[in-house]
């Protein structure tokens, strides 16, 4: 059964969704975008990201579509007309079509942003059988640009490191940059030593996780300690658990990195327990 | 009038000219693209830019799109059904798209690359006017990712620069990256010093350029002295000259950097000779 997605203004079957050669998405990689995830029919985290999409379009100077305000009417209609139970919410914001080529930005008066929106229906997505064996990560070197809390679809790079996991008979891939652990390649990263939650401190480096900020928030709700710095690869290796998160994963524990078990090498109880804290509270404030 | 264009193996208005949502150019920045200058109606260095294509799928593990070897007669084909004298012709393929969004990479036995192709006519390109005034530049941070040897679309940054250059009331931007040069937003880099044309050995820091490669062999069949070694922003401003070079500018004269006049700030002898013998000797050899 064909999707149907929406494409600025219209609900079109996803065959007959295209958009001009000239969008600047298509030929610059100018364009910002949030993966919103559905549960029981709900959206979750829903202001969050779209928070994070305005934050993202001010970032590169981007006027905001002309459907902002309708975005979550737009979400909705998309969950209703494909009969998403479980699943994702991908959205796509670029500077438009110009009409020809030029890295100097077309006037936001006359060139309209490009608006697109589909659905990735994923059961069980809750219940993720993976979240009780977890993920085998590798770390690869982080040579992304250095705007990454900028959420572009500049997204290359993160698409060959989950390659090079694949490669090495791995799930996904960590990045590093100057010894330390920035972030997963699409997922927020964590460790956890002697009870303490760690995960990289809040800068241009790393994508602002909506999840990451939820899953923080309740951890502390749940008097766990939390600490934003930096970490190394071998801290990582000495660490008790790993996790990481994301829109589309929540919490996912990580059971090994670079070939060498973390703890034991099974799912621990703090990642185990966050994921379960944050799919019933994001159940229960999903709109 | 409207262009004719080339989208996977037909020519259409450009207006008809349109690709999937998820063609993963649009998605993730999954395209390399390439620019070829016409002068006479001929293609200015073509093999050079259809060996950099290759290079750059290569280097990403893509396939050759199905018309690789009828890309000759596709070029010359848009030439001559858009009447173009003098300007380029911009191409760009695409891992293509997969009916889906997915980090990793589609089976390249189903999903078979977008091609893409269109003109862009400047009547005057080889007599620009701004070759005798020179352009003005600005440096700022170079925070593009590590492979700037591969030719992406991850252009957003570039665009950004030339942005910051306009605003700046000048017309380019040079990147700078550990308190050296390693290019300008879409051209590479030269400063001219007691004779000597200096620029940026190539590695992963810079585009190997097509322009750049018959540039230094024509200033050294014409017995100029040329050093491949980086240099600093203050080293620019202190010398004779400086000029980018391109395939839609050929050489073009930089008289300012960040405000300061460079040499008497009027347009050098080595750019405008180099300019000369670029534009002379690639029309001779223009397929």
Redesign the interface.
Known sequence: MSRI?Y?NGSYLP?EE???????R???????V?EVTSVLGGKLIDFAGHMARLERSLNA??MNKPEAFDELLDIHRELVTRNDIDEGMI?L?V?RGAA???D???PDPEVVKPTL?L?T?SKPGLADNPTAKTGIKVISI?D?????RDIK?????????G??MA?DAGADDAWLVEDGKVTEG??NNAYIVKDGRIITRELSTDILHGITRAAVLRFAREAQMTVEERSFTVDEAQQADEAFVTSASTFVMPVVALDGAPIGDGTVGPVATRLREIYIEESIKAGV
């Open positions: 997605v494409v996803e969704a295209t958009v001009s050669i000239f969008d998405a298509f030929l610059m990689a100018d364009g975008y590169l100077g991908y796509q670029s009409g020809d080529r890295f100097v930005f697109v589909f990735q070197d040579i992304r640009w250095g705007r572009t679809v500049q997204l290359l790079y993160p698409s060959m989950k390659m694949k390649t699409s």
